[in-house]
């Protein structure tokens, strides 16, 4: 069996997910859809492989907007037509923050910026906590998506809804694969303006992740078990 994480950039670490994915005997394959050196100038060409080949998708977060077609236009259309054959022809999509947005821009939801950010660690109102825990989960987004037609929304808290169902496909709002490692490499590419920027402390930020990290990876584990198993059918129950 194998995973393909779909890495945006090149600061989106696979963290306790991929650990967990592996942990399954799940081969994990890897693709950067943009490199470092245009990281700040993200709209570059970019081919997204043939689907045959992998029996799950997990495409990850990124700093730009999942709406903004005209920043990163090169490559968000190609993605969100992707992620719809994806889902269309029954392979499971995992779509965390940024990916979770475009799977719901895929399947006719849709993306905007959000009244307020949310940034650092907030728990979250579950439906069906035994998939999607409480948390907290560490949030980091400018923007929320609407939940696409036919899709069951589970868990949300005042400020965005945080995780739908659809049909084999999950996608959180929030970061599971976020550890302190992760959070060191975001703050260093432009994160610590922004969180400091949202009135926050970024030191105190990072001193928290590591602090909560061996409890989120757990969390984490637990999330992923249940979408191998529940959601996706790839594992059995």
Not at 5 to 14: A, E, I, K, N, R
Not at 54 to 76: E, M, S, T
Request: some cysteine.
């Amino acid at each position: 069996m194998k995973a393909l994480f779909v890495q945006h950039d090149h600061v989106s670490p696979l963290g306790p997910v991929g650990e967990r994915f592996a942990h399954h005997g799940i081969e994990v394959e890897t693709m950067q859809v943009v490199p470092a050196s245009s990281f700040r100038r993200p709209n570059v060409a970019a081919a997204f492989p043939p689907l045959e080949p992998y029996d799950v998708v997990v495409p990850l977060g990124a700093p730009w907007g999942a709406w903004d077609d005209d920043r990163i236009g090169a490559w968000l259309g190609p993605e969100i037509d992707w992620l719809r054959r994806a889902h269309s022809g029954g392979m499971p999509v995992l779509g965390i923050c940024f990916g979770g947005q475009l799977l719901a821009r895929a399947l006719g939801g849709g993306v905007a910026p959000a009244p307020a950010s949310e940034i650092g660690w907030h728990a979250v109102w579950s439906d069906e906590p035994e998939l999607v825990g409480e948390g907290p989960w560490f949030q980091f987004h400018y923007d929320r998506w609407s939940v696409p037609p036919g899709a069951r929304e589970i868990a949300r808290n005042p400020a965005a809804s945080q995780a739908f169902v659809i049909g084999r496909s999950l996608a959180v709002q929030f970061h599971p694969e976020l550890d302190a490692a992760g959070l060191a490499g975001w703050l260093d590419e432009g994160g610590e303006r922004q969180v400091r920027a949202a009135g926050l402390d970024p030191e105190v930020m990072l001193a928290q992740t590591r602090a909560a990290e061996s409890v989120a990876r757990e969390r984490t584990f637990a999330l992923v078990d249940t979408f191998l198993t529940r959601v996706s059918g790839l594992l059995p129950g």
